[in-house]
């Protein structure tokens, strides 16, 4: 797993975003456009509580878990977040490793991103993926480390654990944080959103039966 992620699910609205998406792709990228834009307090508090250095002294060296395909750390891995620009500016003076380490946050933070995904659900196993319909999340197995780390096998791990708990707070650290500090001012445009999807679905599926779809 090398994702966290905050989701709603709403009954219906996978097949209507279906609808939109075969019929009327237009109208689908502006409803991106506009779910971006209602939950971009969500979005950027969590950026904000991604931490500006890396979360312990030990994360800015490669690891790699046993029998892991790719390595988790360093904590700026986000292996599909797009390499961001490196700017300039006062904001990147409290950056202690300078040029190198501001890159490095700013390629972490690009892996955050909100989402809408109209796919039908796929079961694997007991595993169930695609349930969301609305979701942000934050790519990259560092991610996850910090975002949710809560238990460990390893007395090393149980130390680890320790310190980002003292640093940082228990899990999640970011994902869900975010969720509770925005999500009732994002609430009611959501709904709307959704009504306005369902409507639109309806009306290109009325005019398909007139025209003969």
């Given at each position: 797993?090398?994702?966290?992620?905050?989701?709603?699910?709403?009954?219906?609205?996978?097949?209507?975003?279906?609808?939109?998406?075969?019929?009327?792709?237009?109208?689908?990228?502006?409803?991106?456009?506009?779910?971006?834009?209602i939950v971009s307090p969500m979005t950027q508090d969590a950026k904000e509580l991604v931490p500006t250095e890396?979360?312990?002294?030990?994360?800015?060296?490669?690891?790699?878990?046993?029998?892991?395909?790719?390595?988790?750390?360093?904590?700026?891995?986000?292996?599909?977040?797009?390499?961001?620009?490196?700017?300039?500016?006062?904001?990147?003076?409290?950056?202690?490793?300078?040029?190198?380490?501001?890159?490095?946050?700013?390629?972490?933070?690009?892996?955050?991103?909100?989402?809408?995904?109209?796919?039908?659900?796929?079961?694997i196993g007991s595993y169930t993926r695609n349930l969301a319909a609305f979701?942000?999340?934050?790519?990259?197995?560092?991610?996850?480390?910090?975002d949710t780390s809560k238990q460990a096998k390893t007395p090393q791990g149980q130390r680890m654990i320790a310190a980002i708990e003292r640093k940082y707070g228990p899990p999640s650290r970011v994902m869900w944080r975010a969720y509770e500090r925005t999500s009732l001012d994002i609430q009611y445009e959501l709904r709307q959103l959704i009504a306005k999807i369902n409507r639109e679905a309806n009306n290109v599926i009325a005019r398909g039966k007139t025209q003969g779809m």
């Open positions: 797993m090398s994702t966290v992620e905050t989701s709603i699910t709403s009954a219906g609205i996978k097949d209507s975003l279906r609808v939109l998406n075969d019929y009327d792709k237009k109208l689908r990228r502006q409803i991106t456009v506009e779910y971006k834009s890396a979360p312990l002294s030990g994360w800015e060296r490669n690891w790699s878990p046993s029998g892991a395909a790719s390595p988790v750390l360093p904590f700026s891995r986000s292996p599909r977040a797009r390499r961001p620009k490196l700017t300039y500016g006062a904001s990147q003076m409290q950056y202690k490793a300078g040029r190198k380490e501001y890159a490095q946050w700013l390629n972490w933070k690009a892996g955050l991103n909100a989402y809408i995904s109209g796919k039908r659900p796929q079961t979701g942000i999340r934050w790519q990259g197995p560092a991610a996850v480390l910090f």
